[in-house]
């Protein structure tokens, strides 16, 4: 074989092995695409399944607010919070009006515009009102965790019995799981996990800030120095007073603006003059009720519409000037100038509260309402008062027969409470009242009440059926007396002072949204 030919069987064979190696290589390189499809759909599923499994709303931090992380699932704890918060202060007050001032419970509150001014959403307001109210409880959680405060083992077995009681609720409402119940309430990726971390944050803060608030405590000479230097303001003045008008001038009676401010200025100045003279010849609060009827009959026409009784911290710059002057006597009476014409004051009383509040149970058999103004002549009507005696005779009896009762056994405190569920329409618990104080404005008693309870001589354990025109009859028991009101008005303001000091020495928080953020579900 010559030289030649071998040459080009060599070449051959070499040409042969370099295609079966690029056979190889490509084989290879289709081999690792379809390895690299596989794997990269293999994770794009896994992150899908991840999403929407709600791994992220529950464990990455959706936002930080003053250092402490919140998930997606936590922040809509308190979004949603936030939501029904917002929505019941709306419908308890503003009633009728409270459904045009609220969102639209068919479309997410994300389309839904909140002000038209800036664009927000209700989602947007809702969400700032939530880090609003976490950012609050994030500056007690700082401080607690500076201070050491720590979840007590009672912190710990009040959230058990929370969240027991929560799981009862569940079940007695049909849901599924517990899961499911508190996701209808706060969001779709709470579980109890979640619940129960926001359990913890929420009771360590709020239980730090009483625990702080618990603290603030003060000596029967304290009080009695801060009362005594705050008088003005804490006392109880007792006083009448109604506004004298200026008679209406109309513009169009007048050729010019002058003209008719001339007149304006004329009938203030006439109103003043006759105020004064009216003031001058007071002599007795009689006088004064009398001379309120006649400036304004509709307005004064009740013996008291003109009686008020205020702590100094209510009465303002008007009358408050005068009614506080050291050397104010029972029966002064004066007139002062406004803008709408002349004030008359009458000077009653100034209580500086050195008594004793009081304690008391009732059990209340209220008569049946009857509405006026389905009768003619209203409350004047022979028929109403006719319908308002039967009403009052049936209240009558059944508070004669729970007063029999009750005395049948023994007339104790326990007696009273036995017969609550049955003969009571009082709302509050067990018929109990403490803190009751007398002539008060934030008084909780009926004026027949309070006089039996304030009467000298009263001692735990007395009792009596009491008659009252506004609500019926009143089976009321003396339970006991609670604090001096002097001391008590004086802790109260000093603790909110005190308080308000440590809340405003907080350092402020901010917050920062994160990815997760995204997955909240508001």
């Known amino acids: 074989m010559s030289e030649a030919t071998n040459n080009k069987k060599i070449v051959k064979a070499n040409r042969r092995e370099e295609r079966a190696l690029q056979e190889q290589k490509e084989k290879k390189k289709v081999r690792i695409i379809a390895l690299v499809v596989v794997i990269v759909f293999a994770l794009l599923l896994a992150g899908a399944l991840i999403l929407n499994s709600k791994f992220i709303r529950r464990t990455m931090t959706a936002i930080t607010i003053g250092g402490v992380d919140f998930t997606a699932a936590e922040f809509d704890f308190f979004f949603n919070n936030a939501n029904r918060d917002y929505q019941t202060y709306i419908n308890n007050n503003y009633g ?38 976490v950012s609050e409880l994030v500056k007690y959680y700082n401080a ?38 508190i996701q209808a309430y706060y969001g779709i990726s709470m579980n109890e996990k979640s619940f129960r971390n926001v359990m913890e944050f929420v009771n360590l803060a709020s239980g730090y800030a009483t625990y702080i608030s618990d603290s603030l405590t003060y000596s029967d000479s304290e009080l009695a120095e801060y ?202 618990e067990g018929g109990f009242y403490d803190l009751v104080t007398k002539n008060a404005a934030n008084n909780k008693m009926a004026k027949e009440i309070e006089d039996w309870l304030f009467e000298e001589g009263r001692q735990v354990g007395d009792y009596k059926l009491i008659r009252t025109a506004d609500y019926g009859y009143h089976l009321v028991y003396f339970v006991g007396f609670d604090d001096m009101y002097c001391d008590y008005l004086a802790r109260e303001k000093m603790h909110e002072t005190d308080y308000q000091a440590w809340l405003d020495g907080l350092p402020p928080v901010d917050s920062a949204r994160k990815w997760a953020f995204r997955f909240t579900t508001n």
Do not use: H
Not at 113 to 133: H, K, L, P, R, V
Not at 145 to 173: C, F, H, N, P, V
């Open 96 to 133: 009728d009006y409270a459904s045009g001032m609220l969102p639209s419970t068919d479309k997410a509150l994300a389309s839904q515009i909140y002000n038209e001014e800036t664009g927000e959403t209700w989602a947007d307001f809702f969400t700032s009102y939530a880090i609003e109210q």
């Open 144 to 181: 607690a965790e500076a201070a050491g405060y720590a979840m007590t083992d009672e912190m710990r077995q009040s959230i058990d019995e929370e969240i027991e009681l929560y799981k009862q609720y569940s079940e007695l409402l049909g849901y599924p799981s517990f899961d499911e119940y």
């Open 227 to 428: 009362y005594d230097e705050n008088r003005d303001s804490l006392d109880s003045f007792t006083f009448r007073y109604f506004l004298l008008s200026a008679d209406t001038v109309l513009e169009e009676d007048y050729e010019t603006e002058e003209e008719y401010e001339a007149a304006k200025d004329a009938a203030l100045e006439d109103s003043y003059e006759r105020a004064a003279a009216i003031a001058d010849g007071i002599e007795s609060e009689e006088d004064f009720i009398a001379a309120a009827r006649e400036a304004n009959e509709s307005s004064y026409s009740d013996y008291d519409s003109t009686l008020r009784v205020y702590p100094g911290s209510w009465l303002g710059d008007t009358y408050g000037p005068w009614l506080r002057e050291a050397d104010r006597q029972p029966g002064d009476c004066t007139s002062i100038g406004m803008t709408t014409g002349g004030y008359l004051v009458y000077f009653i009383d100034r209580d500086p509260n050195q008594y004793r509040m009081v304690e008391m149970r009732q059990i209340l058999v209220q008569r049946q309402e009857l509405d006026p103004s389905e009768f003619e002549e209203g409350k004047d009507d022979p028929a109403y008062l006719q319908a308002f005696d039967i009403v009052d005779d049936v209240a009558r009896g059944q508070a004669e027969e729970a007063l029999r009762l009750f005395e049948e056994d023994g007339a104790s405190e326990d007696a009273l409470i036995a017969l609550m569920e049955e003969y009571s329409s009082d709302e509050t």
